[in-house]
């Protein structure tokens, strides 16, 4: 299994990106984007199931859009309204199996200056 994560990039505040992840390897339930800020632990921003259900972390509601192409097997994060409290690095995960795992790709930056 294997996920790549690109996208990232140097954005002013108020701007948009879009990450991108590409999986292989296996069918996933799950697929998801989670952040990690200087100096604070991981966290869920955003996760879609194999069915479209869609859940936000409350700090990127009504800002950041989630969105899967099951047969490309991606996973899309559309980033708008940033603001600098966004900057981390951005992880895609995918999960598949019984009992669940969850798979990891490598982080991509997104720096939001102000």
């Known amino acids: 299994v294997q996920l790549q994560a690109s996208g990232g990039g140097l954005v002013r505040a108020g701007g948009s990106l879009r990450l991108s992840c590409a999986a292989s390897g296996s069918i996933f339930s799950s697929m998801s984007w989670h952040r990690q800020a200087p100096g604070k632990q991981r966290e869920l921003v955003a996760i879609?199931?194999?069915?479209?259900?869609?859940n936000y972390a409350d700090s990127v509601k009504g800002r950041f859009t989630i969105s899967r192409n099951n047969a490309a097997n991606r996973i899309f994060l559309q980033m708008d309204s940033l603001k600098p409290e966004d900057t981390a690095v951005y992880f895609c995960?995918?999960?598949?199996?019984?009992?669940?795992?969850?798979?990891w790709g490598q982080g991509t930056l997104v720096t939001v200056s102000s």
């Open positions: 995960a995918a999960s598949t199996g019984l009992p669940l795992r969850t798979y």
């Open positions: 879609i199931s194999s069915v479209g259900t869609i």
